[in-house]
């Protein structure tokens, strides 16, 4: 039997706004992206992408709306003091090993509403 991986994820989401772009070190640089991701059962789940060196060169040319998959271990984002002063806690976010742009989302991609039941009116 071969071993899986102890922490793989994959995503496919849709970028909320545009990506944080962030040198470091000599020409290296880091992308962070903030996606929604919807499951099945259309709840919502906000998740942080992050890329380094290569895998950023493809990440910074991502916008708001754009559907991306992604494919990396998960971990903790790093803590955060807010603007008021008040201490956040990082959320979920994933380093990405694999990236690739899926396209923009169009209006024939939204889902078709649900017709809602009309009654029948019953004489007596």
């Not at 499951?39 to 754009?66: C, L, P, S």
Request: hydrophobic letters at 30%; one cysteine or more.
């Amino acid at each position: 039997m071969s071993e899986f991986p102890k922490n793989l994820c994959k995503i496919t989401g849709e970028a909320t706004r545009d990506p944080r772009i962030h040198q470091y070190g000599e020409g290296r640089q880091v992308v962070n992206i903030n996606t929604k991701v919807t499951n099945d059962r259309n709840r919502t789940v906000y998740v942080g992408v992050v890329g380094f060196d290569d895998i950023a060169d493809k990440m910074q040319h991502v916008t708001e709306g754009t559907r991306f998959y992604a494919e990396g271990t998960l971990q903790k984002g790093k803590d955060w003091v807010g603007s008021d002063g008040e201490k956040r806690q990082g959320g979920i976010e994933i380093v990405a090993d694999e990236f690739e742009v899926l396209g923009k989302r169009t209006a024939s991609d939204d889902l078709e509403p649900v017709k809602a039941e009309t009654k029948k009116k019953v004489e007596f």
